[in-house]
C-alpha cells in the first residue's frame, strides 16, 4: 500500500509545453505540498494546500498551479515548460498543516525539459 | 538565502561505529526541527524530529540532539549499519499560527556505512 503516490515517475517533454503531475494519498492527511529538487538538491516548498487554503512560496512562477479535485489528491499544472523546470518534484501530506505534523512524501517525478 | 545549512556533503563511516550527522540553522523563528533519509529514486522517510523545548529525543538507535543557543542540531546514529547508508536530510519548521508554509531542507548529507 502505497501512502503518497505519484504519476508519472518520469516525464521528458520539450519546452513550451503544458504538462501535470499527478499526487494521490491515502493517508486521510487534511494537507498536502509540493516540492521542488532543483539539480542542486535543494527540496525547496513550492505549495501547501488544505480545503481551506492555498499557500504559495512567493518564489514559484505563475506558471505553476495545483489543483485539488478532492482530498486525496493535489495535481500539479505547469504551462509553457521552461529548461529550468527541470528537476525532481515531490508530493507530500500531513495529517494537519501545522510544524509539528510529519509530512509523508511520494517517489518523486522526474521531470525533463528539452 | 540557506536558512538550514548541512555542511557535509558527504560521510564515510565503519559499520557498527557511531555517525553523527550535524545541522545549523539562522532562522531562529524555526521551532520544529526533523530528519528525514532518502535512497536513490524514493521520496525522503520521516526518521526522527525534535521540538525547540527539548534539547534530546531517542528512538532506538537514532538520537537527535538540539543546541537552541548554537542553533545546531546533529544525529547520532549507533551503531551504524549497512542499510543506514543514504541520504540524510535536516529540516526545519515554524510555527505560523495555522498556516505553516512547509518543512526548509538542508541539502542533505550522503552517508556511506562501510563493512
Known sequence: ?114 | DQQVKQNSPSLSVQEGRISILNCDYTNSMFDYFLWYKKYPAEGPTFLISISSIKDKNEDGRFTVFLNKSAKHLSLHIVPSQPGDSAVYFCAASKWAGGGADGLTFGKGTHLIIQP
Open chain 1, 1 to 114: 500500500d502505497t501512502a503518497v503516490s505519484q504519476t508519472p515517475k518520469y516525464l521528458v517533454t520539450q519546452m513550451g509545453n503544458d504538462k501535470s503531475i499527478k499526487c494521490e494519498q491515502n493517508l486521510g492527511h487534511d494537507t498536502m505540498y509540493w516540492y521542488k529538487q532543483d539539480s542542486k538538491k535543494f527540496l525547496k516548498i513550492m505549495f501547501s494546500y488544505n480545503n481551506k487554503e492555498l499557500i504559495i512560496n512567493e518564489t514559484v512562477p505563475n506558471r505553476f498551479s495545483p489543483k485539488s479535485p478532492d482530498k486525496a489528491h493535489l495535481n500539479l499544472h505547469i504551462n509553457s515548460l521552461e529548461l529550468g523546470d527541470s528537476a525532481v518534484y515531490f508530493c507530500a501530506s500531513s495529517h494537519e498543516r501545522g510544524s509539528t505534523d510529519t509530512q509523508y512524501f511520494g517517489p518523486g517525478t522526474r521531470l525533463t525539459v528539452l
